[in-house]
């Protein structure tokens, strides 16, 4: 089982399904500020799971699949403490909501790396 493959489809699929759930069963429920944060998660954790899932479909090793997974990890950091917060979390949760965002940007610096040395 490729392991990057299975936790990027799984990543997307959440991401799909958070997105309708925030879109339509918390409508109502989420202030205005709560819903900016879902609509940020939903908006990362998309582009993120898809490039996961290339990187894990691509059959390459090395620095390729760490930028999936630098990606599934971000995507989880970043997205899950604004989810969090968005359905009442502390507010300081969102402290470690940069560190999801560095792990991002370090996935695509890692892709970038891998393509020059192609490994």
Same mark, same amino acid.
């Given at each position: 089982?490729?392991? $990057?493959?299975?936790?990027?489809? $799984?990543?997307?699929?959440?991401?799909?399904? $958070?997105?309708?759930?925030?879109?339509?069963?918390?409508?109502?429920?989420?202030?205005?500020?709560?819903?900016?944060?879902?609509?940020?998660?939903?908006?990362?954790?998309?582009?993120?799971?898809?490039?996961? $899932?290339?990187?894990?479909? @691509?059959?390459?090793?090395?620095?390729?699949?760490?930028?999936?997974?630098?990606?599934?990890?971000?995507?989880?950091?970043?997205?899950? @403490?604004?989810?969090?917060?968005?359905?009442?979390?502390?507010?300081?949760?969102?402290?470690?909501?940069?560190?999801?965002?560095? @792990?991002?940007?370090?996935?695509?610096?890692?892709?970038?790396? @891998?393509?020059?040395?192609?490994?």
């Amino acid at each position: 089982m490729n392991r $990057l493959v299975f936790a990027a489809a $799984l990543l997307g699929f959440l991401g799909v399904a $958070l997105g309708a759930f925030g879109a339509h069963a918390l409508e109502a429920q989420l202030t205005e500020e709560a819903h900016g944060w879902w609509d940020t998660a939903t908006l990362y954790v998309l582009p993120h799971a898809a490039a996961a $899932l290339a990187a894990g479909l @691509s059959g390459r090793g090395g620095r390729t699949a760490l930028g999936g997974w630098l990606f599934v990890t971000g995507a989880v950091i970043f997205a899950g @403490s604004l989810y969090a917060m968005a359905l009442g979390s502390p507010r300081w949760f969102g402290a470690i909501t940069p560190l999801g965002g560095l @792990s991002l940007l370090a996935g695509w610096l890692t892709l970038v790396l @891998s393509a020059l040395r192609k490994d």
